[in-house]
Antibody, heavy 116, light 111 residues
Framework: QVRLVESGGDLVKPGGSLRLSCAAS????????MSWIRQVPGKGLEWVSH????????YNVDSVKGRFTISRDNAKNSLYLQMDSLRVEDTAIYYC?????????WGQGTMVTVSS | IVMTQTPLSLSVTPGQPASISCKSS???????????LYWYLQKPGQPPQLLIY???KRFSRVPDRFSGSGSGTDFTLEISRVEAEDVGVYYC?????????FGQGTKLEIK
């Protein structure tokens, strides 16, 4: 069964850091690009970042450049998002998704709240 | 690329058709001849699920009452006969050019 499970979401103060993880199972993780997408509860979807199969290429939306870093460990079938210098506007549900130009498999999401 | 969906909400009687429009600010036709336009449904309390890929191709286990069409900058998702399980928010999304972008979403309710 193809599955993605996110973890690491929490309440953090502005300027703080957080590391999200996504555990993949049921498919050959190293064969796929992977992405992070976020959603403010009740609002729309925003693509955040994605990473190539071997981790050699990464792409970020402008609003997180210099603050968020996507990475992966193919030996552990895991995707990560290191989030630094967090802002109130980063508050959202963060989903990891398998990227095949479409986002064909999604996790259930992990909530990140940035508030003082 | 900005993706604009209309309408933003839709109330449909079961068994009736529904149609959602998605317009992109630039052509989504790539140099490889493919058009990277997708449709998703986000049911209440769930993550989005892929319905349609590359404009008109149904993803696995998607009922054939869902269909996609369009080209260039204008795209449409149609549901031939709406069922109660179709409620939620529908999003179009493009991957022709980074950053990937989504439409604002169209909320479908049942009358």
């Amino acid at each position: 069964q193809v599955r993605l499970v996110e973890s690491g979401g929490d309440l953090v103060k502005p300027g703080g850091s957080l590391r999200l993880s996504c555990a993949a199972s049921g498919f050959t993780f190293s064969d796929y690009y992977m992405s992070w997408i976020r959603q403010v509860p009740g609002k729309g979807l925003e693509w955040v970042s994605h990473i190539s199969k071997n981790g050699g290429a990464m792409y970020n939306v402008d609003s997180v450049k210099g603050r968020f870093t996507i990475s992966r460990d193919n030996a552990k079938n895991s995707l990560y998002l290191q989030m630094d210098s967090l802002r109130v506007e980063d508050t959202a549900i963060y989903y990891c998704a398998r990227y095949v130009s479409a986002f064909d498999i999604w996790g259930q999401g992990t909530m990140v709240t940035v508030s003082s | 690329i900005v993706m604009t969906q209309t309408p933003l909400s839709l109330s449909v009687t079961p068994g009736q058709p529904a149609s959602i429009s998605c317009k992109s600010s630039q052509s989504l036709l790539q140099s490889d001849g493919k058009t990277y336009l997708y449709w998703y449904l986000q049911k209440p309390g769930q993550p989005p699920q892929l319905l349609i890929y590359e404009v008109f191709k149904r993803f696995s286990r998607v009922p054939d009452r869902f269909s996609g069409s369009g080209s260039g900058t204008d795209f449409t998702l149609e549901i031939s006969r709406v069922e109660a399980e179709d409620v939620g928010v529908y999003y179009c999304q493009q991957s022709t050019q980074l950053p990937c972008s989504f439409g604002q979403g169209t909320k479908l309710e049942i009358k």
